[in-house]
């Protein structure tokens, strides 16, 4: 079934950046695709990107073009999601979600609270 | 980007009794070149990430309760729930993944009344 273990909380100032990462176990990491997605206070889910944890291709959402970088230790079984120029609006859970056979969301980290404040 | 709408937005049910959501997407989430319908429902309780129930349009996640099922084709669609239990309380929604970027439905709370 597998388990996703992310990094714990984080505060940071605006205009700083976060990396938060992923931790995979009980399947094989490489062989499925990573998605990261967060939820700001009381909102939707909303999709920031996915990487090939494989190898390492990724797409991400034009919202977020040029602030986010997706990366993958296959070493390590971990995917790291990277937010640069933070700012308050970007305050939300951050979650990492595996990939199922065919694009659904088969497992979802436990969620990492970034807040931006200065 | 599409667009997901769900409704309602709240949903009181009764324990033993049936409940229904409706998801509608701007644009069909039909694929013809592979005849697949690309959405899925979650749904998140209370303190908890989000889980899978449904994926693409129908089938049931391992572990879901027969209970659930989903329908609907083109842009509307449908959760429901046979015999909702106390245990179903917290917030449904919708994704669509037929194009980048997956997007999201604002989500049904469903509330034991």
């Known amino acids: 079934q597998g388990q996703l273990v992310q990094s714990g909380a984080e505060v940071k100032k605006p205009g700083a950046s976060v990396k938060v990462s992923c931790n995979a176990s009980g399947y094989a990491f490489s062989s499925f695709a990573m998605h990261w997605v967060r939820q700001a206070p009381g909102q939707r889910p909303e999709w920031m990107g996915w990487?090939?944890?494989?190898?390492?291709?990724?797409k991400y959402s034009q919202k977020f073009q040029g602030r986010v970088t997706l990366t993958s230790d296959t070493s390590a079984n971990t995917a790291y999601m990277e937010l640069s120029s933070l700012r308050s609006e970007d305050t939300a859970i951050y979650f990492c979600?595996?990939?199922?056979?065919?694009?659904?969301?088969?497992?979802w980290g436990q969620g990492t609270l970034v807040t931006v404040s200065s | 980007d599409i667009v997901m709408t769900q409704t309602p937005l709240s949903l009181p049910a009764t324990p033993g009794e049936p409940a229904s959501m409706s998801c509608r997407s701007s644009?069909?989430?039909?694929?013809?070149?592979?005849?697949?319908?690309?959405v899925d429902w979650y749904v998140q309780k209370p303190g908890q990430s989000p889980q899978l129930l449904i994926y693409t349009r129908s089938y049931r996640a391992s572990g879901v309760p027969d209970r659930f099922s989903g329908s609907g084709s083109g842009t509307e669609f449908t959760l429901e729930i046979s015999r909702v239990e106390a245990e179903d309380v917290g917030i449904y929604y919708c994704?669509?993944?037929?194009?980048?970027?997956?997007?999201f439905g604002q989500g049904t709370k469903l509330e034991i009344k």
């Open positions: 644009q069909s989430l039909l694929d013809w070149n592979d005849g697949t319908t690309y």
């Open positions: 994704m669509q993944r037929k194009e980048f970027p997956c997007t």
């Open positions: 990487i090939n944890t494989g190898i390492g291709n990724t």
């Open positions: 979600a595996r990939e199922g056979g065919s694009g659904w969301y088969a497992n």
